[in-house]
């Protein structure tokens, strides 16, 4: 079945480390995004990416870096810059163009302790 | 960019009473709606969207709702709610290949 895979689910890291989380799709979807979801806050967009080796700041893009090297893949790295890096993260992937929807991740929450 | 209001953010009601969840953007293109539920303890799931047509949209589980483009709104509506409903429930908007969300109503329907 195809979807989107994010690893791992939970994530315990020290702070000031960097820390990488991962997105895979295998829809072929070209467009890529990450939020970061926070109770009463909402989602809110951190990064996002159109086509392979291209990507926009989101809202909230402080403290966090992304790459997208292949279409599958977006992995979004937290920063030791990152002032409050405990949340929940999630993955969304998009076809190209105008009505189509977006497909989720399950997510990977992220507490640094 | 857009922006998404969702008013109200904790809604407590009884069973079989009427639920109806605001939702506000701002933009000024064309756009695609949403609404997301987040049940306890699980993934995000899509309850309904609109893109064109019938400004009024059904969903899964009796959920609807209509867009209202002279007011920005796409309102959220259940005529009788089940106390499975508790959840979250989000609307999103997607303007400029960006999703932005509301956030967010904390629903708890009491048996």
């Known amino acids: 079945d195809g979807g989107i895979t994010q690893s791992p689910k939970y994530l315990f890291r020290k702070e000031g480390q960097n820390v990488t989380l991962s997105c895979e799709q295998n829809?072929?979807?070209?467009?890529m995004y990450w939020y970061r979801q926070d109770p009463g806050q909402g989602l809110r967009l951190i990064y996002y990416?159109?086509?392979?080796?291209?990507?926009q700041k989101g809202d909230i893009a402080e403290g966090y870096s992304v790459s997208r090297e292949k279409k599958e893949s977006f992995p979004l790295t937290v920063t030791s810059a990152q002032k409050n890096p405990t949340a929940f993260y999630l993955c969304?992937?998009?076809?190209?163009?105008?009505?189509?929807?977006?497909?989720f991740g399950s997510g990977t929450r992220l507490t640094v302790v | 960019a857009q922006s998404v209001s969702q008013h109200n953010h904790h809604v407590i009601l009884s069973e079989a009473a009427s639920l109806e969840l605001g939702c506000n953007y701002s933009?000024?293109?064309?756009?695609?709606l949403f609404w997301y539920v987040q049940y306890p303890g699980q993934h995000l799931q899509l309850l309904l969207k609109?893109?064109?047509?019938?400004?009024l949209v059904k969903g899964i589980k009796g959920f609807e709702a209509e867009f209202i483009k002279s007011k920005f709104s796409f309102n959220l509506r259940k005529p009788s709610v089940q106390w499975s409903d508790t959840a979250e429930y989000f609307c999103?908007?997607?303007?400029?290949?960006?999703?932005?969300f509301g956030k967010g109503n904390q629903v708890v329907v009491i048996p």
């Open positions: 990416s159109q086509i392979v080796n291209d990507f």
């Open positions: 969304a992937s998009r076809e190209k163009g105008a009505n189509y929807g977006y497909t």
């Open positions: 999103a908007v997607n303007g400029n290949n960006r999703l932005a």
């Open positions: 609109y893109f064109s047509g019938d400004p």
């Open positions: 933009y000024g293109g064309t756009v695609n």
């Open positions: 829809l072929n979807h070209d467009a």
